[in-house]
């Protein structure tokens, strides 16, 4: 009897999550797929002056390609986001200021969320990206700052989790929802059937 995990993996191999994310690991849990999760490591730095649909791509399969160093045999997915606003590159905020600086570079605008994804077995590797437009309202610096204040800003790119609190801020969106949490999960079943 098929169980629903096969939907979105039919693969023999194990799969692992290389990720250190809380998030990631919900929403692959979500598919009803079996797989462990290990950590790749500290964030690497950006590739140089990368554009962000082939810099999370490649931010991506570093991770994977750590990971998949350690699992032979295994079927290795990793992910890596970034927001995008008015030409900025906003990753995870180093502490609440700068978080609060994101914040008012979103609110009142249109920003765009990229994550890019690989997989990796053995030798063979396959990445793609997933592109998605958020619309913020316009906020009071109080309400930033109440946001802030609230700790769910520090862990996340761009400084919010549409997920959490920050989702009584989306006045639009334009994409994956899922790929705005940090893993386009129809973009990552794509990805996986592209091994044969």
Known sequence: MSTPGRLFWAGREPLVLASASPRRVALLRQMGVAFTVVDPGPDRAWPGAAEPRHGVRALALDK??????????????????????RGRRLGKPSDRAEALEMLQLLHGRTHEVWTG?????????????????VRFARLELEELKAYVASGEPLDKAGAYGIQGVAAQFVRH?????????????ARLRMVLREFS
């Open 64 to 85: 994977a390609r750590r990971v998949a160093s350690r699992r032979p045999g295994s079927m290795v997915v990793a992910a890596d986001t970034v927001v995008i606003a």
């Open 117 to 133: 994804l690989a997989a990796v077995r053995d030798r063979e590797q396959r990445t793609a990206s997933e592109c998605t437009k």
């Open 173 to 185: 969106i334009d994409g994956d929802f899922f790929n705005v949490i940090g893993l386009p999960l």
